[in-house]
């Protein structure tokens, strides 16, 4: 929410080994896929990645051997990259064919790409590191950039430096009057040694003698730019997809099964940011059953829409995402954090989580919330999944209801949304005794004669009461207050017939 990496999905899932890696991963999770078959070719390389620890392992130890080929050579293209990038991108080829040989261990689709690996990066790697120096200077004006052997003029000039200075110096004004380049400098780092420098512009005019070796390297590295983009591509996403099986491994992940149907059911899922935040205790698991309406039974399995009712802070909202980062995770190709799971594909994820106002365009908290829930009535399919929290809060009690009321209605009745509807008006548990695709669920608690425990648990049926008094009390508002509370609470509950009305509405 507030733009850092921790507490997001990525951060849950962040196991990448390059910096390649990471930039797919991001990408993967802003862009779930929507193709079934996509899909099982990355939970094939997980499923193998998970089951083989020592291929994985193996792999993972020499991603994080290979530089950020991919910016490195954006920047070769492009001729900014320095001698120390260069030097960088040999290394990374060199290690391509141990790559290779590693990843020929495995069959998944994702390792069958990196069996083999173009022969000529191999050698143009070898090429650079043959020409450069080993621990050349960042920059290529700075010189010494090229091994003693590669070419014998330069050769020369590097002996003739040593013994004449002077000499040196002589050359810059010999070599001008010879090519007519008026700005050509022989430079000189006590360092590095002497070179030839010639701006761009007088590039045409550089006699046939002169060998441009520093710049040779850039250009045959944009030579090559499809070829290393391609490998560049297949080795992020097996590092993704290393990083996606050591989390399965190690989090007890399960594979989900996708289906070409509505059907979302989670068997005890969690919820991966918060579990991995925990540093002690134990995450309470909890199942969904959603989208397959057409199948209910007497027990209303599989709704289309859940009345989600519950105290405050007993894990509503939590339950919520929990679902959303689940079928995120879900269609990037990752395991999930459930014992099983069966999905169907959503084209769109809508949420209405949270309550902010909008200071930088004068609109107040139910006006955003307002504005959030018009779109996703105007956008929502059948195949969306739709996460709606406490819609209507932000208003007097009577509006807010009624607006509850018919958004829940609508979604279930007109758009037949994957809905699950989180709310304090228990009013909206009568729903389910009127439209047969709504089902009531219920985040329990523990009552106990001076206090409540929260179990964090969902169970089918709808909340009688919000709990919101003893919330307060666990708070620290003062006794008279709670004292008063309960004595309000139980006159407008002996003259309410709010949920009444609402049925026989309907009726």
Known sequence: RDGHLQGSLLWALEKTCTAMGGRALRRWVLQPLLDIHSITKRQDTIQELVEHTF????????????????????????????????????DSFLKLPELANIASQGKAPFLKILHHVPAELEALGQKIAAHLVEHPPQHLKEGGLIRSGINPQLDELRALAAEDHQWIANLEVIERDRTGIANLKVGFNKTFGYYISISRLKADQVPGDYIRKQTLTNEEVAAHTEQIRTIARSISAIDVLCGLAEIAATQGYCRPQMVPSREIHITDGRHPVVEKALLAGFFVPNSTQLGQAEHITANVEHPDLIILTGPNASGKSCYLRQLGLIQIMAQIGSFTPATAATLGICDRIFTRVGAVDDLATGQSTFMVEMNETANILNHAT??????????????????????????????????????????????????????????????????????????????????????????????????????????????????????????????
Request: hydrophobic letters at 45%; charged letters at 20%.
């Open 382 to 507: 059948p195949n969306s999944l739709v996460l709606l929290d406490e819609i209507g809060r932000g208003t007097a009690t009577f509006d807010g209801l009624s607006i509850a009321w018919a958004v829940a209605e609508y979604l279930a009745a007109e758009i037949r949304s994957r809905t699950i509807f989180a709310t304090h008006y228990h009013e909206l548990n009568e729903l389910a005794s009127i439209l047969p695709n709504v089902a009531n669920y219920q985040v329990t608690v523990k009552e106990l004669p001076d206090q409540i425990i929260f179990l964090h648990q969902v169970q089918p049926g709808g909340a009688s009461k919000s709990y919101g008094i003893e919330a307060g009390r666990l708070a620290g508002l003062p006794p008279t207050v709670i004292s008063r509370a309960r004595q309000v609470m139980s006159q407008i509950e002996e003259h309410s017939k709010i949920a009444l009305g609402l049925r026989e509405s309907m009726s």
């Open 55 to 90: 291929l994985r392992q193996d792999l993972q130890q020499l991603l994080k051997q290979i530089y950020d080929i991919e910016r490195l050579t954006g920047k070769a293209a492009s001729g900014r990259a320095n001698a120390r990038d260069l030097v960088a991108l040999a």
